[in-house]
């Protein structure tokens, strides 16, 4: 079933079936069939005659690209990927108190990897038993992270406490000349690791 397009169009959206005025457009069928040049109104009707749509493909052509396809399943795949590939730009990466300076340094080193390819990246420091006492040490740990990621990341989410875990997330970018962003940030972790307030997070990918 052909499915009606409001007349206006953005960035990411494609001229549909009426949208498409000039004429002929370069036709590709609902098989993948490349038909050549066609006049738009038999183009038009082509879609009609199997209940799909006809889209603009390629618009810097000349004459413009176009395909026959259902378009309302185009725009559902199509937001499936954008929404697939959202969800990997958090990556993971999980710290003990105690975790010693030779496995800090391999994971740290995974967080640049990341942070480097563009990924946004959450520590997560897990506490067991009498270390949610002490949460000062994983505050300090975050602290020296900010600072060894200072000149490829920035502070987007501060540490929090959540409960029995601390995180923070980095997010690519340099800071602003001048600015003291491990300072900044960490003097507002401090207060959150005081009053022990929790922020959900999700969709992170484990490094």
Not at 30 to 59: I, S
Request: with cysteine.
């Amino acid at each position: 079933m052909r499915t009606p397009f409001p007349p206006r169009f953005g960035p990411g959206h494609r001229r549909v079936n009426e949208q498409i005025r000039l004429s002929p457009v370069r036709l590709i069928d609902e098989n993948g069939t490349m038909l050549g040049e066609v006049p738009t109104d038999e183009a038009l009707r082509r879609a009609r005659d199997v209940g799909q749509d006809l889209v603009e493909v390629d618009p810097n052509s000349r004459p413009p690209v176009c395909k026959i396809m259902d378009y309302g399943k185009f725009k559902y795949h199509e937001s499936k990927k954008r929404h697939k590939h959202h969800e990997q730009k958090l990556k993971e990466v999980r710290l003990r108190p105690k975790t010693d300076a030779h496995d800090r340094e391999i994971k740290v080193n995974h967080a640049r990897e990341f942070l480097e390819k563009g990924n946004k990246v959450q520590f997560t420091l897990m506490f067991r038993g009498r270390e949610r006492a002490h949460p000062e040490l994983a505050m300090e740990m975050f602290r020296e992270i900010i600072i060894e990621l200072d000149a490829i990341a920035k502070v987007e989410r501060p540490p929090k406490l959540e409960g029995k875990r601390m995180t923070m997330v980095l997010m690519p970018g340099h800071p602003a000349p001048g600015a003291k962003p491990a300072a900044n940030k960490t003097a507002t972790a401090d207060r959150a690791s005081g009053d022990g307030k929790a922020t959900s997070t999700g969709g992170a990918t484990s490094a």
